[in-house]
Nanobody
Framework: QVQLVESGGGLVQAGGSLRLTCAAS????????MGWFRQAPGKEREFVSA????????DYSVSVKGRFTISRDNAKNTVFLQMNNLKPEDTAVYYCAARGGSWPNSRRAYDYGHWGQGTQVTVSS
């Protein structure tokens, strides 16, 4: 059973930065593709970023590309999302997700079988 625990969310002013961390346990982390999704109030959950199990391929949504950076440390079973130049529209609950196997990155939430509890990110204008 994979467990994912997000941390690093909070309140920040527009233009500021936050670094989200997702710690994984329960399965060999190096075998997991990882993703970040977010959900704002009244909106559907949307893809933010993904990274393959090797870290060799990364994907970003158009809305965050150039501002967010995903990375992973397989030795520490951790994936990160560095968020720079935050905007009020980035306000949401951010979820870490995992999928097993050496698949290419996916932007589809249903491809991920494991989810964290989420961490709130609030960006004030």
């Amino acid at each position: 059973q994979v467990q994912l625990v997000e941390s690093g969310g909070g309140l920040v002013q527009a233009g500021g930065s936050l670094r989200l961390t997702c710690a994984a346990s329960g399965l060999p982390f190096s075998s997991l593709g990882m993703g970040w999704f977010r959900q704002a109030p009244g909106k559907e959950r949307e893809f933010v970023s993904a990274i393959t199990w090797t870290g060799g391929s990364k994907d970003y949504s158009v809305s965050v590309k150039g501002r967010f950076t995903i990375s992973r440390d397989n030795a520490k079973n951790t994936v990160f999302l560095q968020m720079n130049n935050l905007k009020p529209e980035d306000t949401a609950v951010y979820y870490c997700a995992a999928r097993g196997g050496s698949w290419p990155n996916s932007r589809r939430a249903y491809d991920y079988g494991h989810w964290g509890q989420g961490t709130q990110v609030t960006v004030s204008s």
